[in-house]
């Protein structure tokens, strides 16, 4: 039994989609979009420190565009 063979560019592909970064994505994003998104990161590491912009905030921001802050606010208190 041979083992498979990824190139670098299929492994960091591979990698890239499984985080939910390799494409933009297709729609504008909704409500349920924030808890669906964490879902599939299965978790989302809460910080305070605040450069830019919260960490949580940034890391939905580069999965699912421009998206109300208050969203991800509103996810965590339900």
């Known amino acids: 039994m041979s083992l ?11 990698h890239l989609a499984a985080q939910g ?19 599939r990161m299965s978790l989302l590491q809460i910080d305070t420190i605040n450069i830019v912009a919260r960490s949580p905030y940034l890391v939905l921001f580069s999965r699912l565009g421009n998206y109300p802050a208050q969203w ?7």
Request: no cysteine; proline share 8%; glycine share 0%.
């Open 4 to 14: 498979p063979h990824l190139s670098l560019a299929d492994a960091r592909n591979l």
């Open 21 to 39: 970064l390799l494409n933009k994505p297709r729609r504008r994003a909704s409500l349920e979009d924030i808890p669906a998104t964490i879902s």
């Open 72 to 78: 991800l606010d509103e996810s965590l208190a339900r």
